[in-house]
Every structure is written in structure tokens, then in C-alpha cells.
């Protein structure tokens, strides 16, 4: 198997460039052309074009058929799944609510001590 | 009284534009209100493991102003709003807005319903459009992916 072939090294690999990080960021929220990714990284749209391609190959980002626009968008389907984040978010906040359990009965008990 | 049961947390999208979460805690709504309400409490339980409450201001009164941050490594979550109603130890509501997506306000609600000594709280997020509403849910994931950027930082540098 030659290296750098399993997907997980693909993915490593593209986002080891600060660019590529960049895009993925932008497409993180909503889909963009190749222009408007373009016009903050301040670079060439074959530049930009050339950083896709290795996003694409890693299986991150799609672009979209539509002729004119070419829309790109991340293709994680982790991330772009709305019941996948909710599901993150409240993890986040289980664990918050898990600590004020322990200090609710903290507090509860220096009440009694009093 | 201990119960050893863990509380579940109730999550729910009601609409395009909401996020809703219910929790029972085995505690009175005044402690609850408290504890939501006094930075020394919000300092001892707010933010995920390995995190630290580095900044927490509360001005309770209806306009006053609210900032809590948390820590990680060196990464900085903050969320701070102003308060819109202060009804102790029923109700509160406050703006909010998560400062790494400025212009993303939501309004949350607050109510605390205290039965047989505890307390039901039901926290309601009101955004202005379902992309807010879809970016506060996917912050939490790009926490985790900014984290990872990090991390590949790090090793990148080694190699």
C-alpha cells in the first residue's frame, strides 16, 4: 500500500497547510466559491485551486455542478450533521451539570454543617 | 439525601430557530437561582472537564451585563450578554452571544420549577435565524476541530 493512501493520513496531510485550515475553517460556515476563498487568503485563484484539489482528495471538500458558481462545501458529514452537533453540545453541557451536582451537594452539606 | 441516579438532560430543537434543554437537579430553585446567578457558585461548575472559569461578571439587574470565560490550554471560550428579566428564583433571562461569533444573539430562558425539593430547569436558546441556531450547536464541534488544528501544529513542528 503506498503511503499516505488511508483516509485518515489523507486528512492529516491536507490540513497540515495553514491555508487549507483556512478553507476548511470558511467552509465551516456555509458553502463558498472558489472566488470568495480566494479574495481573504489573498491569493490566485489557480492557488486557491490547487489547495481544493488536495482538500478534495482527502475527501473534506465537495464542489458543487452548478456550471457557473462551482460552490465548494465541506464533505464531513460528521460536521454537517445538525444531530451530530446537538449531540456534542449536549455532552458539553452534561458535563457541566454533572459538576453542579457535585458541588449542589457540596454546598447542601456545609448548609447541614452549619 | 443522596440520590446516586444521574439526572438526564433533556435535549430538544422545538423549531428552525431553538434549542431546548431540561434538567432535574435535587436541589431548591432558590439554590439553583443561585448558583446561576453568583459568580463564586458559576466559578466551581460552569464549562466541560479541564476547563477553568477565568473570568465571571454578573451585574444582576434587568440591562445589566454578564461575561463568563472559560479556559483550556491557553484556549479562550467566552459568552456574555445583558441581562432582560431578573425574577428570582422562578425566572431569568438574559441575551447571550458566543464572542467567536459576534452578531449571533440568542435570547435564553431560564425557568426553575421546584417540586419536592427539586428543581426542574428548563433552559430555552432563542436564536434570530436557523444558521445561528446550527452554528451555536456546531461550535461545540469546531472547538474540537480548532483543538486538533492544534494538535497537528504540535506534531508538524516535531517532524
Not at chain 2, 433533556?10 to 446567578?37: H, K, Y
Not at chain 2, 461548575?45 to 483550556?72: E, N, P, S
Amino acid at each position: 500500500m503506498p503511503r499516505l493512501a488511508d483516509p485518515l493520513s489523507l486528512t492529516l496531510a491536507a490540513l497540515a497547510d495553514p491555508t487549507r485550515r483556512a478553507i476548511v475553517e470558511k467552509l465551516a460556515t456555509g458553502e463558498a466559491t472558489v472566488n470568495t476563498l480566494a479574495q481573504p487568503l489573498q491569493m490566485s485563484l489557480p492557488g486557491v485551486s490547487k489547495h481544493l484539489k488536495v482538500l478534495q482528495r482527502a475527501g473534506l471538500v465537495v464542489q458543487g455542478r452548478d456550471k457557473q458558481r462551482r460552490p465548494c462545501r465541506l464533505n464531513a458529514q460528521r460536521i454537517q450533521d445538525v444531530a451530530k452537533w446537538a449531540e456534542r453540545f449536549k455532552r458539553n453541557w452534561e458535563e457541566s451539570f454533572q459538576r453542579l451536582d457535585a458541588y449542589l451537594s457540596e454546598i447542601t452539606e456545609k448548609e447541614k454543617q452549619k | 439525601m443522596t440520590d446516586t441516579l444521574q439526572h438526564e438532560l433533556n435535549l430538544t430543537l422545538p423549531s428552525d430557530r431553538e434549542i431546548s434543554m431540561t434538567r432535574v437537579f435535587n436541589t431548591p430553585a432558590s439554590v439553583l437561582f443561585d448558583v446561576w446567578t453568583k459568580p463564586e457558585h458559576v466559578r466551581k461548575w460552569y464549562g466541560v472537564r479541564q476547563t477553568t472559569v477565568t473570568v465571571c461578571d454578573i451585574d444582576l439587574r434587568v440591562g445589566g451585563a454578564w461575561r463568563w470565560v472559560v479556559t483550556r490550554n491557553g484556549m479562550e471560550v467566552a459568552f456574555s450578554g445583558v441581562f432582560r428579566e431578573i425574577d428570582p428564583p422562578r425566572r431569568l433571562q438574559r441575551t447571550e452571544v458566543f464572542e467567536a461569533m459576534p452578531g449571533a444573539e440568542s435570547l435564553v430562558t431560564l425557568t426553575f420549577d421546584e417540586k419536592d425539593g427539586q428543581t426542574t430547569l428548563t433552559l430555552n436558546m432563542f436564536f434570530q435565524s436557523k444558521q445561528d441556531r446550527d452554528g451555536a450547536l456546531k461550535s461545540g464541534m469546531e472547538l474540537g476541530i480548532k483543538e486538533c488544528f492544534q494538535k497537528i501544529d504540535d506534531l508538524v513542528a516535531t517532524l
